[in-house]
C-alpha cells in the first residue's frame, strides 16, 4: 500500500538550532515528492518539489533533499516565523489523470526566541 | 485577488441544511480538487476534475455533490451532513500537462461545523 510517514510528529527548537525533518514513502513510481506549509486555520503553502533520487532544492532557511525511500527537509538556523506545520505528499505512478496526492500527517515544528 | 480563493471561511451548519462551498482559481490552471483535512489525519482527496470533467470520486458520501461550471469555478454542495463531517475544507488547483506532476496550489480553506 503506498504510503508516507513522517517523523517527528513534533519538534521543539530554539532559535537558531538547525535541524532536519524526515519523510519516508511508500509508492510504486515515484512521480513527485511535495513539501508544504501550513499554518494554523490556513491552507498548506506550496515549498518545494522533487522528482529524482539526488535531487536538492533550496529556499531561504530550508533545503530539501531526495533518496529513493526518504526526504529531508533540513531547517538552517530556524526563526520564531518557520514554526508551522510541515507537510509531505507522493504522486506515484497510480496517479495517472488525477494527480492524486497521498500526504502524510505532517510535523508540527515550533521554534521558541 | 490572485491565487486560489475559497468561500465562505467559516460555516456552521445544522444536519437537515442544504450550504454550498466556493472555490475560485486565478492561476490559469485547468485542474482543480477539493480536499477533507480531520486533526490529527493527513488530507484525504475527495474530488478532482480535469479540464472540467469528474476524474476522481474518492469514495466520498453522495451528501457531498460536486461541480466545476468551469476551470476557474469549483464548488461543493452539502446536504443532510452529519457531526463528522465537521472539518477543514481545502481547495486546490494545478495545471494538467501529460505525464508532468504539476504542483498543487491551496486556497485557505473552509472551516466547517456540523452541529
Known amino acids: 500500500e503506498d504510503q508516507v510517514t513522517q517523523s517527528p510528529e513534533a519538534l521543539r527548537l530554539q532559535e537558531g538550532e538547525s535541524s532536519s525533518l524526515n519523510c519516508s514513502y511508500t509508492?510504486?513510481?515515484?512521480?513527485?515528492l511535495f513539501w508544504y506549509r501550513q499554518d494554523p486555520g490556513k491552507g498548506p503553502e506550496f515549498l518545494f518539489t522533487?522528482?529524482?533520487a539526488g535531487e536538492e532544492k533550496e529556499k531561504e532557511r530550508l533545503k530539501a533533499t531526495l533518496t529513493k525511500k526518504e526526504s529531508f527537509l533540513h531547517i538552517t538556523a530556524p526563526k520564531p516565523e518557520d514554526s508551522a506545520t510541515y507537510l509531505c505528499?507522493?504522486?506515484?505512478?497510480?496517479?495517472?489523470?488525477?494527480?492524486?496526492?497521498?500526504f502524510g500527517t505532517g510535523t508540527l515544528l515550533a521554534v521558541q526566541p | 485577488e490572485t491565487g486560489v480563493t475559497q468561500t465562505p471561511r467559516h460555516l456552521v451548519m445544522g444536519m437537515t441544511n442544504k450550504k454550498s462551498l466556493k472555490c475560485e482559481q486565478h492561476?490559469?490552471?485547468?485542474?482543480m480538487y477539493w480536499y477533507k483535512q480531520s486533526a490529527k489525519k493527513p488530507l484525504e482527496l475527495m474530488f478532482v476534475?480535469?479540464?472540467?470533467?469528474?476524474?476522481e470520486n474518492n469514495s466520498v458520501p453522495s451528501r457531498f455533490s460536486p461541480e466545476c461550471p468551469n476551470s476557474s469555478h469549483l464548488f461543493l454542495h452539502l446536504h443532510t451532513l452529519q457531526p463528522e463531517d465537521s472539518a477543514l475544507y481545502l481547495c486546490?488547483?494545478?495545471?494538467?500537462?501529460?505525464?508532468?506532476?504539476?504542483?498543487?496550489?491551496f486556497g485557505p480553506g473552509t472551516r466547517l461545523l456540523v452541529l
Open positions: 486546490a488547483s494545478s495545471r494538467t500537462s501529460g505525464g508532468t506532476q504539476e504542483t498543487q496550489y
Open positions: 509508492v510504486s513510481g515515484l512521480r513527485g
Open positions: 492561476l490559469g490552471h485547468n485542474a
Open positions: 476534475y480535469s479540464l472540467e470533467e469528474r476524474v
Open positions: 505528499a507522493v504522486i506515484g505512478s497510480y496517479g495517472g489523470a488525477t494527480n492524486k496526492l497521498i
Open positions: 522533487l522528482y529524482s
